[in-house]
């Protein structure tokens, strides 16, 4: 084994990360890394790269012993990696970058003529045509990722990680950089490669590591894997255990909101969606497949460059997050922490929150009036705080979640988007999450609930659309929605890989 | 064409178009001489300035600078007053101190992750403040060494001046160019000011540039202040005020992106010599009140930043074609 992780463990306040992880790496193989979130797939990288400092187990590189402190430790020792986004510098010119701290010099004076050299020379090999003296962000990111790609095997040499480095590139793009990956293969690098779109891991690899909740589950040769059975171990599922439709059938009301054609370049294909009064439509998808996007285009928090959205009365304007909220419609973000609540303010002050501003600044809801309003549902989320008027920072995962539900309560919308809203709180938590899911459709609200938790899905959902690869693939109603259709209409392969071959 | 270029031609255009439009109206205006004292009066300005613009294009700022020119000036003044130092001593011990002391407010700045607008603000309120421990008066210097200093100047043809402390100025402006454009040290301040993340994983010393890139400043500053003291042959502790918000304009101006990562030191010379032709002009007229310099260089500000932005976006655009 050229890399190899024995028994890893990363533990962070609260949560075990990394749980003896094992993993091993061959000179010559690309060797993907997949996992949901949460499963452990960028602690390890981060171990391995000496971003973080282990708390167990060992790291041998060529059988021996290392221990990286830092990026750049790991770096001297053979480690490169490529992220997928800042890598590099781009007001700096594609020589300097790839130069940078290496430039040769002349009388004490950096040297152009050296360094364009030096920079011609690292770049031999990866088939690119450009100016080194050129900004590097006059360039794609294909390229600029190629160049991080070189700049990161001169230096090390010996493993090239690769994190996510595809994820904002076009098919064309891909198959560029996958050229260069398979050449530095051939060459006896050990390439780990990290990505969501399960085609290009496929198309690459020539092994597979799965990780789930910190803990290794397997490792196998790419060719010997289908796609359902690496979805099961990266979702935990086994299709034996299909559950079976939970959720009480009953009459879907009116349509009351129609997506045409709504979409954003490179975010999500263009999509028709139709929601009707008193419905929970469930979305599932793997990370980085298309969710979160389309909860982003319908909020306005990415502006679609595509489609309309429109109601009984007429056209709606949802091109900003104020705006979607003035049309009736609410978000409860995935990343609570950054994009949900505000942690130092109150109960009370993060409940009136969204009211407020659909209010306007200009007439503050009385103190008296947000306080009956945090009492109230505090009451009826049973939201376990000693009052109203403690930071939300300081509440449980679950309680955070139910405050952010209050938020959007208080609002009553017609549409409201839950991004994950069982991710990280307690199973106790959880189910009441769900029962409120059902109360709040029961009151005639509409939902699009985001989640990765088939299970979920399946117990809440009236209808389950399946998106992959950015694009909406399938609708399942009624009886067809089961855990184990969820997986197929996940796996089925998609149109990209031949598109980028 | 580089668009990180355009900057710098546009500041340049820019100068030559004002001081084409001066002599359009005071053909006198294109003479040796009032060149030469472009050059003598701008001088303390354009050596802080240089150091100013290595601070700016690491992302910093640098806030202390008018406040060393005015505790040097008092420095040398006392030194030379109460001790029989000669004053190239004098200068070094300066040099010395106020490069500790630009080192040190960069050390803070590494070391406790602030931002250098409130490290460099503690230090403008504490050099002001020693120099006012100092002495409260302005005193003047009567050095022979001095004098010589002050007269020493090469005739150009024209019977202009090109003083000793322009010349400092230039020979400045190139140190300048030389450190920010062909070092090692200059590319990493250019990193650092792109993305001090991404500079830091791509193995850039933070630490010691950023502190080297503030004793820099600070040794620019006492250089400049040891040009002031020799032009204005006195020290005084109210001198100065507000100098290091003329050098920000300087450098942006110049085309410096006032965030960091993008610009040249010879732009900065152009911004210095076209806020200077800006009072040359005031002073031909006569009759406009000086607060135009004020009115110009604040539009001046307005059209670098806006010319940055929208540079910025062609750039954007051009790279997704």
């Known amino acids: 084994m050229l890399l190899e992780a024995r028994g890893l463990l990363k533990r962070f306040p609260g949560t075990v990360a990394l749980d003896g992880v094992g993993f091993g790496l061959a000179a010559g193989e690309v060797h993907a890394l997949l996992g949901e979130n949460g499963a452990g797939k960028s602690t390890l990288i981060k171990c391995l790269t000496g971003a973080y400092r282990r708390d167990g187990g060992e790291i041998l590189l060529d059988g021996q012993p290392v221990d990286p402190r830092s990026t750049f430790e790991a770096q001297e020792l053979g480690i490169g990696t490529v992220y997928q986004e800042v890598n590099l510098l781009p007001n700096l010119t594609v020589a300097e970058n790839l130069t940078l701290g290496r430039q040769p010099r002349r009388l004490g004076l950096t040297s152009r003529r050296g360094m364009r050299a030096l920079a011609r020379e690292m770049l031999a090999g990866y088939g690119l045509d450009i100016d080194v003296e050129r900004d590097l962000g006059a360039y794609s990111v294909a390229v600029q990722q190629i160049v991080a790609i070189a700049r990161a095997v001169h230096l090390s040499g010996k493993v090239l990680i690769l994190d996510e480095p595809t994820a904002s590139l076009d098919a064309r793009e891909v198959a560029m950089l996958f050229e260069v990956v398979r050449r530095l293969r051939d060459r006896g690098l050990g390439i780990v490669f990290v990505s969501h779109f399960l085609d290009q891991v496929f198309a690459i690899s020539d092994r597979i590591t799965v990780l789930r909740n910190g803990r290794h589950i397997a490792t196998t040769e790419a060719a010997t894997l289908d796609r359902v059975r690496l979805i099961n171990l990266m979702l935990g599922r086994e299709l034996e255990q299909a559950t079976t439709h939970g959720r009480t059938a009953h009459d879907a009301g009116a349509e009351v909101l129609r997506?045409?054609?709504?979409?954003?370049?490179g975010r999500i294909a263009p999509f028709d969606l139709s929601v009707r009064a008193g419905e929970v439509i469930g979305m599932a998808g793997l990370l980085g497949s298309g969710r979160t996007e389309t909860a982003e285009v319908l909020f306005g928090a990415a502006a679609a460059d595509s489609g309309t959205v429109r109601d009984a009365k007429g056209p709606l304007d949802v091109s900003t997050p104020a705006r979607a909220i003035a049309s009736g419609f609410g978000f409860a973000p995935e990343d609570r922490k950054t994009d949900g609540i505000i942690g130092d303010l109150s109960v009370r002050e993060n409940i009136a929150l969204a009211l407020q501003a659909h209010r306007g600044w200009a007439r503050p809801i009385p103190r008296a009036e947000q306080r009956r309003l945090a009492e109230d549902f505090i009451r009826r989320l049973d939201i376990r705080t000693p009052g109203p008027e403690k930071p939300?920072?300081?509440l449980s995962g679950g309680n955070q979640q139910k405050v952010i539900l209050a938020r959007w309560l208080a609002m009553n919308p017609r549409f409201l988007i839950l991004d994950e809203p069982t991710r990280g709180i307690d199973v106790g938590a959880h189910a009441e999450v769900l029962r409120l899911i059902e109360e709040m459709v029961a009151g005639g609200m509409s939902l699009l609930v985001i989640s990765s938790e088939l299970e979920e899905l399946v117990a809440v959902s009236d209808r389950v659309i399946v998106v992959r690869d950015r694009s909406h693939v399938a609708e399942l109603t009624g009886q067809e929605i089961t855990t184990d259709a969820i997986v197929r209409a996940i796996a089925a392969p998609g149109a990209n890989l031949e598109a980028a071959e | 064409m580089n668009l990180r270029r355009l900057p710098l031609y546009a500041t340049i255009a820019i100068f030559v178009a004002a001081y084409l439009l001066c002599w359009l109206q005071f053909p006198n205006i294109l003479s040796t001489r009032v060149a030469g004292n472009l050059l003598t009066d701008n001088a303390y300005l354009g050596i802080a300035a240089v150091g100013m613009t290595i601070v700016i294009l690491s992302g910093g700022i640098d806030l202390s600078v008018g406040s060393v020119i005015?505790?040097?000036?008092?420095?040398?003044?006392?030194?030379?007053?109460?001790?029989?130092?000669h004053p190239l001593a004098v200068f070094a011990l300066l040099l010395i101190l106020t490069t500790a002391f630009g080192a040190a407010q960069g050390a803070l700045i590494h070391a406790l992750a602030m931002p250098a607008f409130i490290v460099t603000l503690a230090g403008m309120f504490l050099a002001r403040g020693i120099a006012y421990l100092l002495t409260l008066d302005s005193i003047p210097i009567d050095h022979p060494f001095f004098e010589s200093l002050q007269k020493a100047y090469w005739l150009m043809p024209g019977k202009g001046r090109l003083t000793l402390l322009g010349v400092l100025m230039l020979l400045s402006v190139l140190g300048?160019?030389?450190?920010?454009?062909?070092?090692?040290?200059?590319?990493?301040?250019?990193?650092?000011?792109?993305?001090e993340g991404t500079a830091r994983m791509m193995g850039v010393p933070i630490g010691r540039t950023t502190i080297l890139i503030y004793a820099f400043s600070g040794f620019m500053a006492g250089l400049a202040g040891i040009v002031f003291a020799i032009y204005t042959a006195a020290g005084y502790p109210l001198a100065t005020v507000g100098v290091e918000l003329n050098a920000i304009a300087a450098v942006v101006i110049g085309g410096t992106l006032l965030s960091g990562g993008s610009g040249t030191v010879l732009g900065t010379l152009f911004g210095v010599l076209t806020m200077g032709l800006i009072q040359t002009y005031i002073v031909f007229d006569g009759t406009l009140s000086s607060w135009w310099t004020k009115i110009v260089i604040g539009l001046l500000l307005f059209l670098f930043i806006v010319l940055q932005k929208g540079l910025l976006k062609v750039g954007l655009s051009r790279r997704t074609a």
């Open chain 1, 392 to 394: 939300v920072g300081q």
């Open chain 1, 259 to 265: 997506a045409e054609g709504l979409g954003k370049r």
């Open chain 2, 70 to 85: 005015a505790f040097a000036g008092v420095f040398i003044a006392v030194m030379l007053r109460d001790t029989g130092l």
């Open chain 2, 176 to 195: 300048g160019m030389l450190l920010a454009h062909r070092t090692r040290f200059g590319t990493n301040v250019f990193a650092i000011g792109g993305g």
